[in-house]
């Protein structure tokens, strides 16, 4: 007889997922029994964590443009999954997270692990949780979480209790109260009314000078970006989450956008007299253009996301390359090019600006140039992960993307430890491609360092071995640090910030991976070309200079003010903090003549 684990399963392959993500436990019990007997199909990935598992599910269904499905046990083991979930739900990402549960008999008596998984998830998985109580319920309930999870781009989240899982599959019948279902269903590109369509290119060919945002909803979009961008003469900024919608080689994307963010995208939102924002809900107004400065056109496919972030004078609902497609035709070529010579002009002075920060003397090594020697080695297809921390502010700044790089982060929720997990669910995407984890030792410490273990652990089921983490090692919590004195005048505080010392390297040996420390700037191009080149997974334990500050681009009186208040209250590090930061800055007013490498 088939029971009702063994059909999940089945119907899972028949949703055509090649993987799931899980750690084991008791009250899941059945369907490891079912795994078992299934071959191991869909394949079983042991996380270390099940927070990881949920991590590596985004991971996959990010950069594998398919859903990504997780598994845990009752009580601790679903509690731990939150943290992945939510992030897939602040990231607009479909993954389905299976879950047991005590068997029906001890409901309601206080049992071990007995939780109301319903009430938890419920947020988190608020456009569809379910408990399956009978077998003749269990093909709707997960067709429903798949469609749900991939229709509208957000986590589902199934509950079955452990003694359901070992009872007989039945299929529902042909009776009242019986809802059969079917998998799959296709899905639809929507382009709104040419009339709105026409209204939009109005708009934009009415202005002189034209900014386009670009978001990770316009992915898939690169060719009528460009297209737009070229006949508005328009330059173009991307959301964190949207940096590999363009490539960073094109003269006239500007890049990040944000505290995070670039110069040239800065100037280009202060300048602008007309925006254009494609399948981005990038969040802090203020980096925007001024409310009354400038008309405005929004493209987003969700009408539950649009128009929120700007007073748009129209917001469109539809399909980002559609609706740029019927768009373009009505487009008028710029015949003044003046404002986007100018766009052009502020990206090439970045980038040699960038090079000349990443070469700023440190002690020991300064991060930037971590991330930039990577950006000339970054091999074409690669998939770049980064995580929470200060990290961040490199990867957004100097991190070139060519055409055919992927990367993505912890875009909304910004939690901490997704990086190495989001790589491994990258590979088991894309087993052929390498990937590349940009780490803060406070978030390698807090949980990255265990998912080394799982690295190893498949690392013979990858046809191309590399997956390099660079660990930024400086023992502080150095975005936070920064933080504090940027934005509160507060000196760091020690005992909150100070990180023990770990040998990340000597770990990573130990698990049975490629390693190296690197201490000098000198070491970095090397470094970087023998992890790319090694033949199993690789850490690099590259100790960084906490002091070189992540200057915002258009930093405030205010920012500064707080910086300075932070030094004169006594800050440990005042002496690093000037000399860094005098050197840093400096660059911004130099002149760098040539171009970038």
Known sequence: MTSVADYLL?????????????????????????????????????????????????????????????????GPGAIHLLNGLYDAKLDHVPVVAIVGQT????????????????????????????????????????????????????PTAIIIHSDVQDLDYSPPTHEFKMVPSSIGFNESRVVPEDADVHRAADILNAGSKVAILVGQGARGSDAELIEVADVLGAGVAKALLGKD????????????????????????????????????????????????????????D?????????????????????????????????????????????????????????????NPVNPMLVVHELSKQLPDDAIVSADSGSVVNWYARHLKFRPGVRGSLSGTLATMGAAVPYAIGAKFAHPHRPAIALVGDGAMQMNNMAELITAKHYVDRWSDPRLVVAVLHNNDLNQVTWEMRAMGGAPKFEESQRLPDVDYAAFATSVGLGAEIV??????????????AADRPYVLDVHCDPDVPPIPPHTT???????????????????GMVKEGLKTAIQEVLPHPGKPS
């Open 302 to 362: 969700d009408a539950h996301m649009i128009g929120m972030r700007y007073p748009y004078e129209l917001n469109l609902v539809g399909d980002a390359g559609a609706t740029l497609r019927a768009l373009i035709p009505l487009l008028e070529r710029k015949r003044d090019r003046s404002w986007r010579e100018r766009v052009e002009q502020n990206v090439d002075a970045w980038w040699r600006t960038m090079e000349a920060e990443a070469h700023v003397e440190a």
């Open 10 to 74: 089945d119907r899972l392959r028949q949703w055509e997922v090649d993987c799931v993500f899980g750690y084991p436990g008791d009250g899941i019990n059945g369907l490891l029994a079912a795994w078992g007997r299934a071959d191991d199909q869909p394949t079983f990935i042991q996380a270390r964590h099940e927070e990881m598992a949920a991590f590596e599910a985004v991971g996959y269904a990010k950069f594998s443009g398919k859903v990504g499905v997780c598994v845990a046990t009752s």
């Open 245 to 300: 919608v363009l490539p960073d080689d094109l003269p006239f994307v500007t890049g990040s956008i944000g505290l995070l963010g670039t110069r040239p995208t800065h100037e280009l939102m202060q300048g602008c007299d007309t925006l254009l924002t494609v399948g981005s809900s990038f969040p802090y107004s203020q980096f925007m253009p001024e409310y009354d400065q400038a008309r405005a056109v929004q493209i987003d």
């Open 103 to 154: 068997e029906r008999s001890a409901m309601g008596g206080s049992y071990q692990q007995e939780v109301d998984l319903l009430s938890l998830m419920k947020d988190v998985a608020s456009d569809y949780v379910q408990v399956v109580t009978v077998p003749e319920q269990l093909p709707n309930v997960l067709d429903r979480a798949m469609r749900t999870a991939i229709g509208r781009r957000v």
């Open 519 to 532: 201490t000098e700037p000198g070491e970095m191009a090397d470094a970087w070309r023998r992890a790319l």
């Open 557 to 575: 009186f205010e920012q500064a003010k707080s910086a300075a208040m932070a030094l004169l209250k006594g800050d440990v590090d005042r002496v």
